[in-house]
């Protein structure tokens, strides 16, 4: 079974930096794709950082390209979400989810069917 439980989650200023972890287990990353996704009040859910899984580098939406970094450990299972030069339009709850994703292209799936609970991660001014 495919499960992932983030955490890291918190209050900062702006300009501080927070890592959030994904904790997962039931997949190998080498066949599954890892995306972090976020949603704030009153706006849909936007992905903002996603490795495909087959090796590639990760895709970064244009808000968070430059402050933030996705990475993996896959020794530990862990998926991570480095975010610096955080900024109160950062506030949101985050999610990771995965997806089945078993291709030799560097793309990431449409749709992602697994999901954490998220974390909150709050930005003041």
């Known amino acids: 079974e495919v499960q992932l439980v983030e955490s890291g989650g918190g209050l900062v200023q702006a300009g501080g930096s927070l890592r959030l972890s994904c904790a997962t287990s039931?997949?190998?990353?080498?066949?599954?794709?890892t995306k972090w996704f976020r949603q704030a009040p009153g706006k849909e859910r936007e992905g903002v950082a996603c490795i495909s899984g087959s090796g590639g580098s990760p895709y970064y939406s244009d808000p968070v390209k430059g402050r933030f970094t996705m990475s993996i450990d896959n020794a530990k299972n862990t998926v991570y979400l480095q975010m610096n030069n955080l900024k109160p339009e950062d506030t949101a709850v985050y999610y990771c989810a995965a997806q089945y994703n078993p291709t030799e292209f560097d793309v990431c799936p449409a749709e992602f069917g697994t999901w954490g609970q998220g974390t909150q991660v709050t930005v003041s001014s």
């Open positions: 039931g997949f190998t990353y080498d066949d599954f794709a």
